[in-house]
């Protein structure tokens, strides 16, 4: 199993941080690798969105890497599953208040299957540059008007 967890110190509140990973449109401003990313269905942010998303693959072909929101708790929580792709992790944004600040925490968890077991060392070091993609969050999130 592969499993990354990675968590920055937001200068904003809880509910400014949650509202902006809530919404998978916001991806894009943070998340490098991301070729589009559109919501299918459901309401941004909410538990039964699904967004439809393209990664860069290798070669610079798009990847499908759809995923769902399975859990919204606004302030505290976001988790989601990918639905389509060859790969299917699971992961979550979780939130706590610390003074006038916000501590994100981002966890990435992936069970391969068959084959893919093989790739787990270049799959754990995929899923730790994600999450470490917290620190442009945090910068992208800061830099707006408070």
Do not use: C
Request: hydrophobic fraction near 40%; avoid cysteine; aromatic fraction near 8%.
């Amino acid at each position: 199993m592969a499993f990354a967890v990675y968590e920055v110190l937001i200068e904003r509140d809880a509910m400014t941080v949650y509202d902006f990973v809530a919404n998978g449109l916001n991806n894009p401003l943070w998340r490098s690798g991301i070729r589009s990313i559109e919501l299918l269905s459901g309401s941004p942010g909410q538990k039964g969105a699904v967004y439809q998303q393209a990664l860069i693959g290798p070669g610079g072909r798009p990847v499908a890497a759809d995923f769902e929101i399975v859990e919204a708790r606004p302030g505290a929580e976001v988790r989601f599953a990918v639905v389509a792709g060859p790969a299917r992790p699971t992961g979550g944004y979780y939130l706590s208040t610390e003074g006038e600040s916000t501590r994100l925490r981002f966890a990435l968890e992936y069970q391969p299957k068959g084959f893919k077991k093989l790739l787990n060392g270049m799959i754990q070091k995929t899923m730790e540059s994600e999450v470490a993609q917290l620190e442009k969050l945090k910068a992208v999130i800061e830099a707006q008007p408070s």
